[in-house]
Nanobody, 120 residues
Framework: QVQLAESGGGLAQPGGSLRLSCAAS????????MGWYRQVPGKQRELVAI???????NYVDSVKGRFTLSRDNAKNTVYLQMGSLKPEDTAVYYCAARVNQRTTGWTLYWGQGTQVTVSS
């Protein structure tokens, strides 16, 4: 089993910034990709940004140029630096990690979610 511990989030004003962190922990696992999704009530969960084990990143168009995803492989942690925040960025943000374990194979794990609210 792998656990994802999220931190960060909260309230920010439009134009402000926030940083989300997500650390994966467990035993005997390797990570394919990690990243963040977000969801607002009544809508499907959408990809925000992911980063692969070799550092390739992919962002949803609406956050390109504003959000930056980075990864510390030694700590199995990813950081989402969010800038120039807009009210439409308000959502619950979920960390995700695709993990390979010898006993279970490939599994997509989710964090519990952290609320990000952008409002004046």
């Amino acid at each position: 089993q792998v656990q994802l511990a999220e931190s960060g989030g909260g309230l920010a004003q439009p134009g402000g910034s926030l940083r989300l962190s997500c650390a994966a922990s467990g035993s005997d696992f390797s990570i394919d990709f990690m990243g963040w999704y977000r969801q607002v009530p009544g809508k499907q969960r959408e990809l925000v940004a992911i980063i692969t084990s070799v550092g390739n990143t992919n962002y949803v168009d609406s956050v390109k140029g504003r959000f930056t995803l980075s990864r510390d492989n030694a700590k199995n942690t990813v950081y989402l630096q969010m800038g120039s925040l807009k009210p439409e960025d308000t959502a619950v943000y979920y960390c995700a990690a695709r993990v390979n374990q010898r006993t279970t194979g490939w599994t997509l794990y989710w964090g519990q979610g952290t609320q990000v609210t952008v409002s004046s």
